[in-house]
């Protein structure tokens, strides 16, 4: 009984571990990304709270925790709470198979990638309920809106992990990583993961992508409804998500920690994320149906087509 008390509190102690240095960068992501952007638009961006605004994430964590939290009376209320809930959950749960270095992961699985697909496919159902429960038209056509873009561009992303695995033959993510000792994939799939980097982006909701999201025609979408700290899980749950999403660029294309661990694993993970931000301030938001035509009529071809061409190479190889 104490043996399993003991393993229990071990458990415990690695999650949180592994969840508070998270959320603490999902924290200063949001700086970073509001600096970033100001940068670019010639302005300062926040500077007032703590030197150069480093204190700006913990304000806004405090304003929201301080703001009332309104149920909107036609809402299904259980299902209405729980939704940002799940949202969160799923986006830090993809966490715990994922390597920042050789042996360094909170769970070592052999079918690791899998495993992450998993999750990530399943914080399409959070939005959904979030967008049915609130009773309004806005987050339901949000909510809508994300369930079919995100269900498109996942087929386009398992087709070009494929392309990986062609050459790996492992789904272990360690493996994968170790496999770029020599040279890193982005090389030889340089247009695959430019395919990836951008089935990313529309995954994540982000822009040009952001439909579900699209304030002028949505007004906010699918958490247009929510108010203080449910609001905040959903905009934790979409940062963590951006972050799991760099985390598996890195990992697939640029070598992971290869070659000086996991400080360069950061490094490039942060370039990653700002890539994800340059996007937002350079480029204009997409069509909803140039958005579906991207996914279905570009993507899904051109991913197949490299599935094929790669395991031509392997086969005529061997």
């Not at 925790?65 to 809402?75: D, F, G, Q, R």
């Not at 959950?89 to 920042?100: D, E, H, R, T, V």
Request: proline share 4%; charged share 10%.
């Amino acid at each position: 009984m104490l043996e399993n008390f003991i393993f229990i509190i071990f458990v415990l102690l690695r999650i949180l571990a592994m969840v508070l240095p998270l959320l603490i960068s999902i924290a200063y992501l949001t700086l970073i990304e509001r600096k970033v952007i100001a940068s670019m638009q010639r302005r300062k961006g926040p500077n007032v709270i703590g030197f150069f605004g480093l204190l700006q994430p913990f304000a806004d964590v405090l304003k929201l925790i301080v703001k009332e939290t309104i149920l909107p009376s036609v809402a299904n209320r259980v299902i209405f709470i729980a939704a940002p809930i799940m949202t969160l959950f799923l986006s830090l749960m993809g966490w715990g198979a994922l390597p920042i270095m050789d042996g360094k992961v909170f769970s070592d699985v052999n079918l690791g990638l899998l495993y992450i697909f998993a999750v990530s496919s399943l914080g399409v159902y959070g939005i959904i309920l979030s967008g049915w429960s609130s009773n309004s038209r806005y987050a339901f056509l949000g909510a809508l809106r994300s369930a079919a873009q995100m269900v498109s561009y996942e087929v386009s992303i398992g087709l070009i992990l494929i392309s990986v695995l062609i050459f790996v033959g492992s789904l272990n993510l360690t493996i994968i990583t170790n496999f770029q000792n020599y040279i890193w994939f982005i090389i030889p799939l340089f247009f695959v993961c430019g395919m990836f980097f951008i089935s990313a982006l529309a995954e994540t909701n982000r822009p040009p992508f952001d439909l579900p999201e699209a304030e002028a025609e949505l007004v906010a979408g699918y958490f247009v409804e929510y108010s203080s700290m449910t609001f905040a899980l959903f905009f934790v749950g979409e940062y963590g998500s951006i972050l799991l999403m760099s985390a598996l660029v890195t990992i697939f294309f640029l070598g992971g920690w290869v070659p000086f661990g996991a400080i360069l694993f950061s490094i490039k993970t942060v370039f990653v994320v700002f890539l994800f931000v340059w996007v937002r301030a350079a480029f204009p938001r997409y069509r909803y149906d140039q958005l579906m035509r991207l996914g279905w009529k570009v993507f899904l071809p051109l991913s197949l087509g490299w599935v094929i061409y790669f395991g031509g190479i392997i086969v005529g190889f061997n």
